[in-house]
């Protein structure tokens, strides 16, 4: 049996935004999970220090130990799922399979780029996804695209102001170099793999099925693995 492939121009854009979001669900799932782990530990190390010495003057202060955020961090998660944001922006500011898969490309080097400048990866959680992907596809469509649309109207769609927008968009080209060419190989090898996973998951839940397993493990399941893990951890938040 031949692996399943990506068709760059005949694959349903829909489908693609379905399993681009799933993958990052998925993703920033994960990363959440960490964080709150991170975060519960330093604040158990700052109880410690200080019910060991409570009048030391080499205490480190919170705001030393917490995550530093970056210009796409909102302060609340929004109440809009992944899936449902992607398609807004497909309905509202329509573009072909490579804008999409292009985000991929760009968190990688992204990713890549802030653990070569400061020892750690970009973390890509629920509270920066969002902004992510509006800056992202904006971006991208700007770069795939003969005709695109406004910074105004994607601002719109996406639930910002223009003017944050238009400094994200600054932001995410800082992050990635300035480099926003993407060869078809990799976006060739990027819809494969999304398409393996989605095909992964599919004959999980067919074994699950016939195993007779809870819903509520087969959920459980879901949430916290990707079906491929290696593909996953160059997002992960690591310590």
């Known amino acids: 049996m031949h692996p399943p492939t990506f ?6 854009t829909m489908e693609t935004i379905r399993l681009l979001a799933s993958l990052l669900e998925r993703m920033t799932a994960a990363n959440d999970q960490i964080n709150a782990a991170s975060v519960a530990g330093r604040k158990g190390d700052i109880r410690r220090t200080v019910s060991a010495s409570p009048l030391s003057s080499h205490q480190k202060p919170l705001a030393a130990v917490t995550h530093a955020y970056t210009r796409f961090h909102a ?3 929004p109440s809009i799922d992944i899936f449902s944001y992607l398609a807004r922006i497909l309905k509202y500011c329509p573009c072909a399979n490579e804008c999409f898969l292009s985000l991929l490309v760009y968190f990688d080097r992204m990713s890549k ?7 750690r990866p970009f973390a890509i959680d629920s509270y920066n996804i969002h902004r992510l992907i509006i800056a992202g596809v904006m ?3 700007k770069f795939f695209s003969d005709v695109f649309y406004t910074n105004t109207r ?3 769609v996406g639930g910002l102001p223009a003017s944050e927008l238009n400094i994200l968009e600054l932001e995410f080209l800082k992050l990635n170099g300035f480099n926003l060419a993407v060869s078809i190989v990799d976006l060739q090898r990027y819809g494969d793999q999304l398409v ?4 992964m998951e599919q004959e999980m839940r067919k074994t699950l099925e016939k195993v007779s397993y809870s819903p509520s493990l087969f959920r459980h399941g879901r949430s ?3 079906g491929s893990l290696a593909y996953m951890d160059k997002y992960l938040y690591t310590e």
């Not at 780029?113 to 020892?119: D, I, K, P, R, V």
């Not at 393996?196 to 095909?199: G, L, N, R, S, T």
């Open 7 to 12: 068709d760059l121009s005949l694959y349903p």
């Open 75 to 77: 302060h609340s998660i």
């Open 113 to 119: 780029q802030a653990l070569a400048t400061t020892g």
């Open 139 to 141: 971006v991208s469509s």
């Open 154 to 156: 994607y601002a719109k």
């Open 196 to 199: 393996k996973v989605a095909h």
């Open 224 to 226: 916290t693995s990707l």
